[in-house]
């Protein structure tokens, strides 16, 4: 899976309109980083990263 770059909004209107653009990003974007993080595992980082992982585990 990968993260997509999820530009933040160009925020225009009243300010609770920017409030509720800036909120429904802020929303998917969290959702998205959590479904990423909960399906992200040791076999997904490289073979320099899972050394590191590994060193420290000892």
Known sequence: MKLSN?????LSGTT???LDALYSW???FCEEVC??????????????????LDERRN
Do not use: A, D, H, W
């Not at 999820?6 to 160009?10: A, D, E, G, I």
């Not at 479904?35 to 590191?52: A, D, P």
């Open 16 to 18: 609770e309109e920017k």
């Open 35 to 52: 479904v990423f993080s909960e399906n992200l595992g040791y076999e997904n980082f490289n073979s320099e990263i899972q050394k590191i």
């Open 26 to 28: 802020l929303y998917m």
């Open 6 to 10: 999820r530009q933040p909004p160009v």
